[in-house]
């Protein structure tokens, strides 16, 4: 039983790993790789108790903060839950593996608390926001695929309604996990871009409503994403049985994600005093650099799009501010991963759709 628990959690933090992508500061997740008997010790429950005092009224935690690493000294009101940046996730994770360690019901209470915050954020469209209650003025309402958000909380809630250390969950709940989940599947394909009536892939945001793309912070325009496109991939993949539907979405968003693949380039990053970061970003001719992929792609031509705070497009990095050059991940490998191994392995699974 232990050995299965251990195992089963390894294989979570693997794979929600794949959807942390590059946007996640070390958090509670860093324990999951702690065998089960260390979650009876004194310092894993001094953990947990900090955890717990990052807890908000609503059930969810904040972001960018180390919930681990202390008890939370400010006022409780002034808490703000979201799912943006790992936030939540991981400290319920945490909090499944001290009840099962301890049988201590405060960790349960507390990890239904936060589960019915997640199920409760999920649009009927079957998106979700980035924060819970969602706001209106800006970005946040949207259907947030950014930094990964979407695709953890699916992944997560899969876990809850299918995998052994969730066995403690009432089962009527554990359904509506997997009945969130189809719902959220349901939502990606709805999302998924079309070009001249061909799919592609995604924006990183889309309306909560009618699934179209939507703009972000004023440097994230509407756009097709070479980032969050390979974790929303992942979690297509992670269906069992897939629909035909299914396995059309993937194989589109793939075959889109090689063909926008950027040739003879490579990032070099040059000291240089005086600037926001201490150096100044450049992008460089090498006929002999691996592939690289933009963060943002143009709708319709799929030319690279870089924008500053200004909300102007831009098609060279080099004229957009420094501060905005260097402060951003516009280009890297992401799906590099997904091309070479994952999807070929995932194909022979699967096969191809009727």
Not at 168 to 186: H, M, N, S
Not at 200 to 224: N, V
Request: proline share 6%; aromatic share 12%.
């Amino acid at each position: 039983m232990r050995i299965k628990l251990l195992v089963a959690f390894l294989f979570v933090f693997l794979i929600s790993n794949q959807a942390r992508a590059v946007y996640t500061a070390a958090r509670a997740y860093v324990y999951d790789q702690k065998p089960p008997e260390w979650f009876a010790t004194d310092e894993a429950k001094q953990i947990a108790t900090n955890i717990l005092s990052y807890q908000s009224a609503l059930g969810g935690f904040p972001k960018n903060v180390d919930t681990a690493g202390g008890v939370y000294k400010g006022d409780p009101k002034d808490i703000e839950p979201t799912f943006d940046n790992s936030a939540t996730t991981d400290e319920l994770r945490y909090l499944a593996r001290m009840f099962d360690a301890t049988k201590d019901d405060q960790y349960k209470q507390a990890f239904s608390k936060g589960l019915d915050y997640i199920l409760k954020a999920q649009y009927p469209t079957g998106g979700w926001p980035q924060s819970y209650p969602p706001g209106h003025a800006n970005y946040d309402h949207y259907i947030t695929f950014n930094d990964g958000a979407m695709a953890r909380l699916m992944i997560f809630l899969r876990e809850v309604g299918r995998d052994e250390p969730y066995t403690f969950v009432d089962a009527d709940k554990r359904k509506a996990c997997l009945a969130a989940w189809d719902k959220g599947i349901d939502c990606i394909l709805k999302c998924q871009i079309k070009v001249d009536g061909k799919l592609t892939a995604w924006c990183a945001q889309h309306d909560e409503k009618d699934f179209s793309p939507r703009p972000a912070r004023t440097f994230e325009p509407i756009s097709i994403s070479g980032c969050e496109t390979v974790g929303i991939c992942h979690v297509l993949m992670k269906d069992e049985k897939p629909s035909p539907e299914v396995i059309r979405s993937v194989d589109a968003a793939v075959a889109w994600l090689d063909s926008v693949k950027i040739l003879g380039i490579k990032l070099e990053d040059r000291k240089q005093e005086g600037t926001p970061k201490g150096f100044e970003r450049f992008v460089v001719e090498d006929p002999s650099a691996p592939p690289l992929w933009a963060r943002f792609y143009e709708i319709g031509t799929n030319k690279p799009i870089y924008s500053g705070r200004d909300s102007s497009i831009k098609y060279k990095l080099s004229e957009i501010e420094i501060e905005r050059r260097t402060g951003y991940q516009w280009l890297k490998d992401w799906p590099k991963n997904l091309i070479e191994k994952e999807y070929p392995k995932w194909k022979k699974t699967v096969g191809n759709a009727s």
